[in-house]
């Protein structure tokens, strides 16, 4: 799997940063795969453009490996369908770790997995398929992240936390120790998380603005 | 003190990640001390159990360091007692830093602080005994923090931030800069905090949920 | 540029943390310009001192790159009128990276553009001049960052953020995609931010305390 060449499916902003580590990790890319052809993009320099789905069909599926690199946004469905869409082809996805993220070797990545920069996995956490652990996002030990998560930039989940499948945990959100969130959960971007969240679908706005301050004792 | 065998003390996902980062350090780790034996843990494979403080003091006080690897968590003492009880016999604790930690050599460690991977201690800053700097916590020039804290997972503390003793601030919580924060004190996961909190035992809470944004001109 | 000698103007917690680095990277560091002499700090340890403005005037232009070390707080000016000052009498600016910064070489950094340690900037992303990209703090893909901007400490800019010149993010401050922020805004410490700021001035003050939580369904 290590030697294979890799065919990069997206080319947006979330494209750029895993074409950035997979040239920092010296693999082949054989093709960026997207509707519109990216314009102005150093990152993209010298790379093949397919504008179909199709276009990759033409490739042996033993011979390559797809990255998924089309972003995650709440509401948005693209990522997870090209996820299946291709495994049920028989295509495998290439789980991607950034250089400069720090990962145990006592975690667990499955497959498709996207490590970011400057993100954090402590021991013992185990990550689901295809989830993005974004730039800075920190995991602390003992976490079980679902399948198709977003975790996004600079989120800190503590120790055994638990997620669902489809979960999206917004930027620079928190999440406390011994947390479990359901499938299909959205996270606002910088909410904190200290209870758990049992049926899916329930949102958390972001705190913006100002706040009363209340103090309290315990 | 270098080469010397550590007897880790405490068996749960904050002992897993100080053992990883131990083991990436090359130390020699000579049993893990914990009142359940734990399962299925990778990360502790090949260290002798005991089950018992007792156990420690049958290792030569000289010729050991311990790791004092229980969890900090608000309103509960295990981990500074046990730093306590093995200070009185004569016991030195190892000071852990992890190979991924950013640490300024401006800075200054007491006697086993622990700093924990992605986390990041600038110039001029100084570090209490036995405290935990956790996974991402930034810690800014200029802080100086007591013992026995708890900078928990993502905190972030602005420059010539002060804290007393057994001070805990949770998960993601941000301070500005030249704040104080009194012994005993508790800031709470995802707070921030722009004013010195002068007496112990005050509590915030995290911000969690939909709040609603008010502009201001200063 | 890469060997010219450098002098640093400033002598508080910012200038330390810069001196920090500029030692890493085995710079010449020919002097430290500040109105008090600093005392007991091991990091400008050697350096020679000067008293006043005037006395970096008595360095060849051509021969030296200076190191805007003061600080950047909200409603200060003080580094801005440095930069300023001295580029009208030809001066240049050396950029500082931390060489514990995770930089994309698909990024661009103007001159004297400051990153500091364990700060992240992704893909294609454009930081303007004399900017401080603070500790930890990330800086998504495909983001414009305007001049003189203080990004502090902890914050997370997700993909497609903009910047006008002499915004100030608090330290550990979120902002969302595609938001854009006017110039001289400031964004408060812990604050998120999830809609464009389109007039200059305003303010948000940083969450603090017990918020009620609310659920809702988008």
Redesign the interface.
Known sequence: MLNKPVLVIGAG??A??L??ILRQLNRTIIGLVAREKPKD???FDGIPYYASDDDVLTFDKNEILLVNAI?S???RTARTKVQQQFKNAGYQFITVVSP?A?V???SRLAEGVQV???A?I???SIIGEGTII???A?I???CIIGADNHI???V?L???VKTGDRVHI????????NISIATDT?I???????RTIEKP??????????????????
């Open positions: 902003g979330h750029a940063v074409v950035d993009n150093l990152v972003g946004l709440p509401g400069h720090i145990s070797q006592y970011m920069p400057g954090i402590n021991a013992n974004n730039s800075g920190i602390e030990h003992d996004a930039p600079g800190t503590s120790g055994f917004g930027t620079g959100a928190n999440v406390i120790q959205l606002a971007a910088g909410a904190t998380l200290n679908d329930q949102v958390f706005y972001p705190a913006i603005g100002l706040l009363t301050s209340k103090r309290n004792t315990l």
